[in-house]
């Protein structure tokens, strides 16, 4: 259970300021670091177009050690060449000399339009201007600041034994993750063996934002990071991993909620299948079905759409149309006659399902006990009208 009244964790320090990346004046810069040594677990994009934030960060965590991240809001610098890869790498250097630390204790991250240059002038004259020490905390205000098109900041908290999980994140929409998703970021005073954190994170990334699905492009600058100080002790690696999987859990949900354009949640919950894999491979073909999206964004209870996203995964032979059910809520609409004798009514029970903010879709394999739950949401005019003027 997420909390967003539990305290913030100790020792972390936040820095956010407009360094000129957009020409709104909002918050675009930002600084989360941890005051002592930390503990770092990351996963990226794999994406082939991924920009130098992802190169240089991967580089910096692969000893599971660093102190924080900067993160430049409204510019992925992303496709942006030799150029590109040395402003990031005179940010980074820059920010690490300011706060006194090495620059590859820290980790970089970019989001926004790509084939930008960063407009270099501007930041220096900001990172000039920055002095240690940090505030501490503020890790609401670090969440509002990494935005793009999000319409609210998006942050989760949980507690663990004395420690405290927090997590804050970014993104609505070019977003099917692929090892990691958007911009999550998690702070804790939680101590853990640096390899079992490690797989830990990993095992909750996949459940929770690799389950994640706006539109099915994979951003070319996702980055998902946990840094632990241990100043709040050992804590119960099961313990930690459940709160961590909450924490997660909460944002991706939100993310979900705030897609762009989304006025409706959508999880997909597949069970029976072969293994995990084939579980996931079902869900995200329902969940990233744009018939499916619109037809839970119409209210229309037209079940024949997941039927055929399910059939979409023509290499599972071992799917058996007579086999499979399917669920909208604890309304069973296949095969026909399942929830009852009269398929009117069964439409308006499906109908009544979907009027909800939340529709959750049950799909049962019959093939052996594998199981995974996807989430998404619905796609509707907002979203064709944002990306049709996303940078003009």
């Given at each position: 259970m997420t909390d967003n009244a539990v305290r913030?964790?100790?020792?972390?320090?936040?820095?956010?300021?407009?360094?000129?990346?957009?020409?709104?004046?909002?918050?675009?810069?930002?600084?989360?670091?941890?005051?002592?040594?930390?503990?770092v677990s990351a996963v990226f994009t794999?994406?082939?177009?991924?920009?130098?934030?992802?190169?240089?960060?991967?580089?910096?965590a692969a000893n599971l050690s660093a102190r924080g991240v900067v993160v430049l809001a409204r510019n992925a610098n992303?496709?942006?060449?030799?150029?590109?890869?040395a402003n990031a790498r005179e940010v980074r250097a820059s920010v690490a000399q300011a706060l006194g630390l090495s620059e590859d204790e820290l980790l970089i991250a970019s989001?926004?339009?790509?084939?930008?240059?960063?407009?270099?002038?501007?930041?220096?004259d900001h990172i000039k201007t920055l002095s240690t020490p940090l505030p501490n905390g503020g890790l609401d205000r670090a969440a509002r600041a990494i935005m793009t098109t999000d319409t609210?900041?998006?942050?989760?908290?949980?507690?663990?034994?004395?420690?405290?999980?927090?997590?804050?994140?970014?993104?609505?929409?070019?977003?099917?993750?692929?090892?990691?998703?958007?911009?999550?970021?998690f702070a804790t005073d939680a101590q853990l063996d640096p390899?079992?954190?490690?797989?830990?994170?990993?095992?909750?990334?996949d459940r929770t934002f690799n389950a994640l699905s706006i539109d099915t492009d994979t951003s070319t600058s996702d980055t998902a990071a946990l840094f632990a100080n241990g100043l709040a002790g050992p804590v119960d690696g099961v313990r930690f991993e459940e709160a961590l999987y909450?924490?997660?859990?909460?944002?991706?949900?939100?993310?979900?909620?705030?897609?762009?354009?989304?006025?409706?949640?959508?999880?997909?919950?597949?069970?029976?299948?072969?293994?995990?894999?084939?579980?996931?491979?079902?869900?995200?073909?329902?969940?990233?079905?744009?018939?499916?999206?619109?037809?839970?964004?119409?209210?229309?209870?037209?079940?024949?759409?997941?039927?055929?996203?399910?059939?979409?995964?023509?290499?599972?032979?071992?799917?058996?149309?007579?086999?499979?059910?399917?669920?909208?809520?604890?309304?069973?609409?296949?095969?026909?006659?399942?929830?009852?004798?009269?398929?009117?009514?069964v439409r308006a029970a499906v109908a009544e399902q979907m009027r909800g903010s939340e529709v959750v879709i049950g799909i049962d394999l019959a093939v052996a006990d594998g199981a995974f739950t996807v989430y998404?949401?619905?796609?509707?005019?907002?979203?064709?009208r944002l990306n049709a003027d996303y940078s003009t």
């Open positions: 913030e964790p100790r020792g972390f320090a936040v820095y956010t300021a407009p360094a000129g990346l957009a020409d709104d004046g909002r918050d675009d810069f930002t600084v989360l670091v941890s005051t002592e040594r930390a503990v794999r994406s082939r177009f991924a920009g130098p934030s992802v190169t240089l960060s991967r580089a910096a992303v496709a942006t060449g030799a150029q590109g890869e989001t926004g339009v790509i084939g930008r240059q960063y407009p270099m002038e501007s930041i220096r609210r900041p998006k942050t989760a908290r949980a507690q663990v034994g004395d420690a405290v999980i927090a997590g804050i994140a970014k993104g609505v929409g070019m977003l099917e993750p692929d090892m990691a998703t958007l911009l999550v970021f390899q079992e954190q490690d797989r830990v994170f990993r095992r909750v990334m909450d924490v997660a859990l909460a944002l991706v949900k939100d993310i979900a909620h705030d897609g762009e354009g989304a006025g409706k949640l959508i999880e997909v919950r597949v069970s029976g299948a072969r293994d995990t894999a084939q579980a996931k491979r079902v869900g995200k073909s329902v969940v990233n079905s744009p018939l499916v999206k619109t037809a839970v964004h119409g209210g229309d209870p037209n079940w024949g759409r997941v039927a055929m996203a399910i059939g979409k995964c023509s290499e599972d032979t071992d799917i058996d149309q007579d086999k499979v059910v399917i669920r909208f809520g604890d309304v069973a609409v296949y095969p026909p006659g399942t929830g009852g004798p009269d398929e009117d009514e998404g949401c619905d796609l509707t005019e907002g979203y064709v």
